[in-house]
């Protein structure tokens, strides 16, 4: 099993930038894809991006692409996620997600293990 914790949301005002963090510990976290995931206050929990274990291969939703930017550094057990312009709907809990596999997909369905979420929240 991996245990995930997430760190780095803040309140921001639009267009600026953050940068979430999630540790990963228990089991070695190059074995696990990973993913962001963000559920806004009355809304359903929404596909952000994901990257695989170890190619490095991400994929995005269109409302954040070109904007946000996950990483994975398996040497330090960590899975990031860059933040840049941000709009006042980008305001939502973010979680990152973990599944033991090559690649996963955006289905929240998919994933096995799961961080607290850390909350986002931008002004206008």
């Known amino acids: 099993q991996v245990q995930l914790v997430e760190s780095g949301g803040g309140l921001v005002e639009a267009g600026g930038s953050l940068r979430l963090s999630c540790a990963a510990s228990g089991r070695t976290f190059s074995s696990y894809a990973a993913a962001w995931f963000r559920q806004a206050l009355g809304k359903e929990r929404e596909f952000v991006a994901r990257?695989?274990?170890?190619?490095?291969?991400?994929y995005y939703a269109d409302s954040v692409k070109g904007r946000f930017t996950i990483s994975k550094d398996n040497a330090k057990q960590m899975v990031y996620l860059q933040i840049n312009s941000l709009k006042p709907e980008d305001t939502a809990v973010y979680s990152c997600a973990a599944r033991e596999a090559p690649y996963s997909g955006s289905s929240y369905h998919e994933y096995d293990y799961w961080g607290q979420g850390t909350q986002v929240t931008v002004s206008s």
């Open positions: 990257v695989s274990r170890s190619t490095g291969l991400t």
